[in-house]
């Protein structure tokens, strides 16, 4: 019997772990376009994607922002000037305005400890508002919310007045994913991220232990976090509570916040057929609606 509740646990965590930030795949760019410096004048918007489980080999990925109602290009259609973090494969930051940023010395994975992601966005950043003034926002999802806020703790940005943050479904209270994968002792498929994510690990002690230092770091910043209680049959046998599926509302709200929403939505559209007629946040577009509304100033 117990042989068979553990094959029961494995299978749902297979399901739903796939899905865990996942997204497809695409080639990305070629090469390095001239590098432009930001100005002033502009407003950019830096949007970091999340965790994908299939990305033990470094394959890159594309990013949520571009599907469903495409934050990214009402976004863009809006004025801002936006940039795609991707850190799977090359690190790589694609601007809206046809520049691109490459590292080539970095080749993330899921194995890649979120720490040096983080240190990876914090570099650029930090040579992007090299010698001038911008203002920026950051929309995180998931995984991504995690490596912003680490980066966040570690680098200050004197030349950025970043004037929202936005963290959709970010696991700051761990995933019981993450708790079943360690479990299981599936890290030869889940990668070094997603032991990271459980609950009470030493890198998100690591991270509330430091929340400080981005508060101070950031003391005009507006920090706001969206969390979904769609609440699928399965969050009945993995939470107690609200929950997107993979995130709680508990978990996405376990750091000081100014604002706080709840959508009736899941993780990721990869879990759609799992859930009949479940939404994620990318298809929804109250939730495209309320980052525009949220990165204006109206919350």
């Known amino acids: 019997m117990r042989i068979v509740k553990i094959f029961v646990v494995l299978g749902a965590f297979l399901f739903i772990a796939s899905s865990f930030g996942a997204f497809p795949h695409y080639s990305p760019e ?24 299939a990305d033990t080999g470094g394959t890159p990925t594309s990013t949520p922002f571009t599907s469903g109602v495409n934050v990214y290009n009402q976004l863009v259609s809006e004025g801002y000037i936006v940039g795609l973090v991707s850190y799977y494969g090359t690190f790589t930051v694609t601007f809206s305005n046809g520049y691109t940023y490459t590292n080539s010395n970095f ?12 240190y990876q966005l914090g570099d650029f950043i930090t040579s992007f508002s090299s010698g001038q003034h911008i203002n920026l926002d950051i929309v995180a999802h998931s995984m991504g919310g995690l490596v912003t806020m680490y980066m966040l703790e570690h680098f200050t940005f004197p030349n950025v007045n970043l004037e929202n943050v936005i963290f959709i479904a970010s696991p700051f209270g761990g995933s019981p994913f993450a708790s079943v ?25 690591d991270l509330h232990n430091n929340l400080g230092n981005a508060y101070s770091n ?16 399965w969050g009945y046998l993995f939470f107690s ?8 509302v508990n978990s996405a709200f376990d750091v000081p916040l100014n604002h706080g929403y709840v959508f009736g939505d899941i993780h990721t559209s990869s879990l759609d057929w799992l859930t009949w007629d479940g939404v994620s946040y990318f298809e929804d577009q109250s939730v495209a609606n309320e980052i525009s509304y949220n990165l204006a100033g109206y919350y």
């Open 241 to 248: 509570g609200d929950n997107d599926g993979v995130v709680s």
């Open 218 to 233: 950031f003391g005009h910043t507006t920090w706001i976090a969206y969390a979904g209680n769609y609440d699928p049959w």
């Open 107 to 118: 080749q993330g994975t899921a194995n890649t400890p979120i720490q040096d992601i983080s």
């Open 30 to 53: 070629t090469g390095n376009q001239a590098f432009q410096p930001a100005t002033s004048s502009n407003t950019y918007v830096l949007l970091v994607h999340g965790y994908a489980v």
């Open 181 to 205: 994968a360690q479990y299981l002792g599936l890290g030869w498929y889940v990668g070094t991220e997603a032991y990271q994510m459980v609950s009470g690990s030493s890198f998100l002690n």
